[in-house]
């Protein structure tokens, strides 16, 4: 809204600085301004005595009169600086530009867990139904399938027998 004012009031004030610059020089017949002055101009009555005609060249009848005052210049230069003003306002009024948009930064990717090892299962030596009766008949807590037993300080051993 405030930006819609402001252009409103420099164009009014821009008109309005054109107008009382403009409006007397639209009169006319002034001090320093110009006008057309008929009358006796090159080859009419009293110029040249008789027997001198109207030119085929130059000028028509009357003449041109020029204004010397050169015009109102300060307010020329008034008007113009109110409107450079008003200009400049209406520029230097605009409205910062938005802010840049930043992506935001990519995900992280998915952490990446190597495929666990795959650990041969250990191969026992074919145990013999001699062995595995004299770890069981020496070790009650003996596991065959492991060929361990479970010590009394809770560490497993392997069964190392005479067969």
């Not at 057309?36 to 060249?57: A, Q």
Request: glycine share 18%; aromatic share 14%.
């Amino acid at each position: 809204m405030n930006r819609v004012m402001t252009a409103a009031l420099a164009g009014l004030i821009a008109t309005a600085t054109i107008a009382t610059t403009v409006a007397p020089a639209a009169a006319g017949g002034g001090y320093g301004q110009p006008y057309w002055k008929k009358g006796p101009g090159y080859g009419g009555p009293g110029y040249g005595g008789p027997g001198y005609g109207p030119k085929p060249w130059g000028p028509p009848p009357g003449h041109w009169h020029g204004g010397g005052g050169g015009g109102n210049w300060g307010a020329a230069v008034a008007g113009g600086a109110i409107v450079g003003l008003a200009l400049g306002a209406v520029i230097a009024s605009q409205p910062p530009p938005p802010p840049r948009y930043y992506a935001p930064p990519p995900p992280p990717p998915y952490p990446y867990y190597p495929a666990q090892p795959v650990y041969a299962q250990p191969a026992y030596p074919s145990l013999s139904q001699a062995h595995v009766d004299w770890c069981a008949a020496t070790y009650p807590n003996y596991q065959p399938a492991s060929d361990t037993y479970l010590a009394a300080n809770g560490v497993y051993y392997r069964c190392v027998g005479p067969y």
